[in-house]
């Protein structure tokens, strides 16, 4: 029995929380490997719309263990909330939640630390989510974290004083005004509120699984173009987002990878800041954002946006080993008369589909293939045949061009609004 794994191919927000809720009922297992609450994954069913930070999207699944991996960075504060909301659903969290001991814990003061450097930045900011992500994976690297196993450790306390007196010292150095006793109560609250959760050496309990028969599904967050080593660096969040980052933050070993499910908008979107070769800073783009809603899930804030790009998703694809895509919000693309591809850049006088070492520094000019668009609303559609002709002109090039097949075409945020294609 092998693994597979579901993650983003652009820059996050392709819609990854509802695809793994519907791909949920094929697995016993889903299990999130990497990021932290900086991720929103939203669901909706039943008429009602639920947002996941944390906990991996196959909570809402009355058969499904959840597991929250060696490679996640947890605030105890934000998981009990998000973990008692989920409980009004009526959802049993305690029976079906497994935490890593290794996973890394996120304290107020990386939150402090996250706003204090961004501030310092000024307008070279990252535009982080200030959820405390990479202070948090700093300290990870640099050796001197604290895990969720030391919460119910004896010398929790000790630790915790060594970490926050050195993030004093930073906060100091960079002139940040903060008041910590305004957070360390609901810290220490949920700390306490977390013990009685099942807090697990999780890749004895995942490789136990897989031995066990089980299917497990690694899911990703944030996006490939995101990535600490391959994204738009220093743009990027501070964890793997690819696929090997399910090895390392889960421990199951390489060959245990079965298929890999890559997901992509049918146009682009990207929070914070950043190069954004295809971004539409016009009316086209105002009308994506509205009609796709594009607001972060997390921090409210109105994402960019801009036309799918080829060469991002080629690249996404070969850094994953994607063998089956997943296109989502089709429909936001009803209404526009053209919809545009971008197929290459052209650098300098080089024509080229890869992506520059710094798209930022290069003068990188999209080149589009334009298609007429498509008026009808795809939102109602459930087989593929009758989706409009001009959508699936689009389709097919798309899928020409990247050489992997489109098996799954979303048209809506609900569970039902889903075409299987193949
Ligand atoms: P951080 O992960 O909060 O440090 O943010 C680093 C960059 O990644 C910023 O540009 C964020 O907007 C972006 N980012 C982080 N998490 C997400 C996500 O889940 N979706 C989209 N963008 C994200």
Redesign the pocket.
């Known amino acids: 029995m092998k693994v597979d794994v579901v993650l983003g191919l652009q820059?996050?927000?392709e819609g990854k929380g509802k695809i793994v809720d519907v791909l949920t009922p094929k697995y016993d297992v889903v299990a999130r490997f990497q990021?932290g609450p900086?991720?929103?994954h939203s669901l909706e069913f039943g008429g009602n719309k639920y947002v996941l930070n944390t906990i991996p999207s196959g909570i809402f699944h009355e058969h499904c263990i959840n597991i929250i991996g060696n490679g996640v960075v947890v605030d105890p504060v934000q998981l009990k909330k998000e973990i008692e909301k989920a409980e009004t659903t009526g959802v049993n969290i305690r029976k079906n939640l497994y935490i890593s001991e290794k996973a890394h814990v996120i304290l107020p003061t990386h939150r402090l630390v996250?706003a204090a450097s961004e501030a310092y930045k000024g307008v070279h900011k990252?535009?982080?989510?200030?959820?405390g992500?990479?202070p948090t994976y700093q300290d990870k690297i640099g050796r001197s974290g604290l895990r969720i196993g030391d919460l119910i450790g004896k010398n929790f306390l000790s630790k915790y004083q060594t970490a926050v007196s050195n993030h004093k010292k930073l906060l100091d150095s960079l002139n940040y005004e903060y008041n910590l006793a305004e957070h360390e109560p609901a810290f220490f609250e949920a700390v306490e509120y977390l013990k009685q959760f099942k807090i697990v050496n999780s890749e004895y309990f995942v490789n136990q699984l897989i031995s066990d028969g089980k299917k497990v599904l690694a899911e990703g967050?944030?996006?490939t173009l995101?990535d600490i080593d391959f994204g738009s660096y220093p743009?990027?969040?501070?964890s793997n987002t690819i696929t090997g980052g399910a090895c390392s933050g889960l421990g199951i070993a390489p060959q245990k990878i079965n298929k890999v499910f890559g997901i992509f908008k049918a146009y682009c979107t990207?929070?914070?800041?950043?190069p954004f070769p295809t971004e539409q800073e016009n009316e086209t783009g105002e009308l994506l954002r509205k009609l796709g809603h594009e607001f972060?899930a997390?921090t409210g804030r109105p994402r960019r946006t801009g036309w799918l790009d080829l060469p991002g998703l080629k690249y996404a694809i070969m850094l994953n080993g994607v063998t089956d895509l997943i296109c989502t919000k089709s429909d936001v693309l009803s209404g526009f008369e053209e919809v545009q591809v971008c197929d290459s850049y052209k650098i300098g006088s080089d024509i080229s589909s890869q992506i520059p070492f710094d798209l930022l520094d290069e003068t990188v000019i999209p080149q589009y293939k334009s298609f007429p668009g498509w008026k009808e609303d795809l939102t109602k559609i459930r087989e593929y045949s009758q989706l409009p002709e001009t959508f699936k002109t689009y389709i097919d090039y798309v899928e020409k061009q990247i050489e992997v097949p489109i098996n799954i075409i979303s048209v809506g945020p609900d569970r039902e609004e889903t075409i299987h294609k193949n």
């Open positions: 820059w996050g927000d990021g900086n991720a929103g996250d990252v535009g982080s989510t200030l959820r992500i990479s967050a944030q996006g995101l743009f990027v969040t501070s990207r929070v914070g800041n950043g972060g997390t």
